[in-house]
């Protein structure tokens, strides 16, 4: 069974930047990959996905041009670059797994199959 540990959450001021990681433990890393996010009384919504190959990435609009998402298959490990961290950007991120498909990237939390525990994100104003 694979599982998914994030880290590099914590606590940034405003236009700060952080990392997080998301490290998958198993035989193969052959899938593609997201992170979402959930702040307190909201859904969890889609931030960005990143195929096998990283040939294709998705994100969300609130996102697009100060997130950058990447992935080492040879470390089977996940990345989201975050910079320009804005108060809104406060959440638990979570990584997750769609074994199902490792071509195609979807933004549906419904297509992704394994979570990882979460990191918490904070951004002071």
């Known amino acids: 069974q694979v599982q998914l540990v994030e880290s590099g959450g914590g606590l940034v001021q405003a236009g700060g930047s952080l990392r997080l990681s998301c490290a998958a433990s198993g035989r193969t890393f052959r899938y593609t990959m997201g992170w979402f996010r959930q702040a307190p009384g909201k859904e969890r919504e889609f931030v960005a996905a990143i195929n096998w190959s990283g040939t294709s990435t998705a994100y969300a609009d609130s996102v697009k041009g100060r997130f950058t998402i990447s992935r080492d298959n040879a470390k089977n490990t996940v990345y989201l670059q975050m910079n320009s961290l804005r108060p809104e950007d406060t959440a638990v991120y979570y990584c997750?797994?769609?074994?199902?498909?490792?071509?195609?990237?979807?933004?549906?939390?419904?297509?992704?199959?394994?979570w990882g525990q979460g990191t918490q994100v904070t951004v002071s104003s």
């Open positions: 997750a797994a769609d074994v199902s498909h490792y071509i195609l990237v979807y933004k549906n939390n419904r297509e992704y199959d394994l």
